[in-house]
């Protein structure tokens, strides 16, 4: 019955767009101390709570929450791809946990998951295949979206569903901070791209996909040259936000409403909900505390670049 959390915002630009070495040298060193933590933590399960960019989950049926019962990664912007060892048997009980719980969460025996997912477990485990995963999905970028009060609650059943097993558990939360990347959205698709965020042709075709990884990283070498040219990033509110779950005030975030944070920190800054929902699951152990914060604009990533870890106080 014990607990680590880590949260780590993710950027499918590493490696396409990088921001100098010494900036590049400081993330790394913050991303491998935390590998090394949870290296030592040794956990025996995984929950991962992350959104998806319109690789996995479509408007044909969008839910808010959904967990994987079994789960592929597509290798999207040379992300890992393959089969995430998820435990069966174990992910239905935490399904029919949540289930009884009030908390009407989908579920899925076929789940597709891009960067979002992948990129924590490559950077934070060495690899997807590592530990066992329970995948969490939280809809934070097709409107309408789940607010932070319903993904706090989401949190705090699966983290009474964890507490109740005998096993050393990691939970990750993956995304945000502040950031709006080029995410198409249905209300300004035309016919072609509606038909895709339907979920038409899942799987993209290799030049659709080229196109679309070669559109993010435009976007990402012009927001370098002029931070006008995409939502800015908003470091004040990051830090905020950093701070508001590292003294465990959850439930002031419950206020906040959608629009208003888009405003605030971009659109895909709704994907702090899986933050919100990591840590949420980390109270349900009890009081906790929280180290190594780091942070960083970087508009390379065009990310408002987050990591912190945590752990219940003993
Ligand atoms: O997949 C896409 O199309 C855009 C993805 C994307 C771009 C920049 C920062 C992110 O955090 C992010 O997820
Ligand atoms: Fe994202």
Redesign the pocket.
């Known amino acids: 019955m014990s607990v680590y959390l880590h949260c780590l915002?993710?950027?499918?630009?590493i490696g396409h767009v990088d921001p100098a070495p010494a900036v590049l040298a400081e993330v790394d060193a913050s991303i491998a101390a935390a590998r090394e933590r949870i290296a030592r933590f040794d956990p025996e399960l995984v929950i991962l709570f992350s959104p998806d960019?319109y690789?996995g989950f479509f408007y044909d049926i969008m839910p808010s929450f959904c967990i994987g019962m079994a789960a592929r990664a597509i290798g999207?912007f040379g992300s890992a791809a393959g089969e995430l060892p998820v435990p069966r048997a174990l992910a239905e009980d935490c399904a029919r946990s949540v289930l009884a719980q009030g908390i009407d969460a989908a579920v899925s025996y076929r789940m597709q998951v891009?960067?979002?997912f992948a990129q924590p477990l490559e950077f934070l485990m060495g690899g997807i295949d590592r530990v066992p995963v329970i995948p969490v999905f939280i809809n934070s970028v097709a409107v309408p979206l789940p607010g932070f009060q319903r993904a706090r609650l989401l949190g705090e059943a699966i983290g009474r569903f964890a507490r109740s097993l005998d096993k050393r558990v990691l939970l990750i939360g993956s995304?945000g901070l502040s950031?709006q990347?080029p995410?198409p959205e249905l209300a300004t698709a035309n016919e072609h791209l509606a038909d895709r965020l339907k979920g038409s042709g899942r799987d993209l075709p290799v030049e659709e996909r080229e196109a679309?990884t070669q559109r993010?990283i435009a976007a990402a070498r012009a927001f370098v040259d002029d931070q006008h040219s995409l939502y800015p990033l908003n470091p004040d509110w990051d830090r905020q936000f950093m701070a508001t779950l590292a003294e465990g005030r959850l439930a002031e975030l419950d206020g906040l409403g959608n629009e208003e944070l888009s405003a605030l920190a971009g659109k895909?800054a709704n994907?702090v909900k899986t933050w919100v929902a990591a840590f949420a699951a980390l109270s349900a152990y009890g009081p906790y505390g929280a180290d190594h914060g780091y942070y960083r604009a970087i508009p390379e990533?065009?990310?408002g670049f987050g990591s912190i870890s945590a752990a219940p106080l003993r």
């Not at 915002?9 to 630009?13: K, Q």
Request: hydrophobic share 25%; no cysteine.
């Open positions: 915002s993710h950027t499918p630009l960019h690789n999207d891009d960067h979002g995304g950031h990347p995410v679309r993010v895909s994907e990533w065009i990310a």
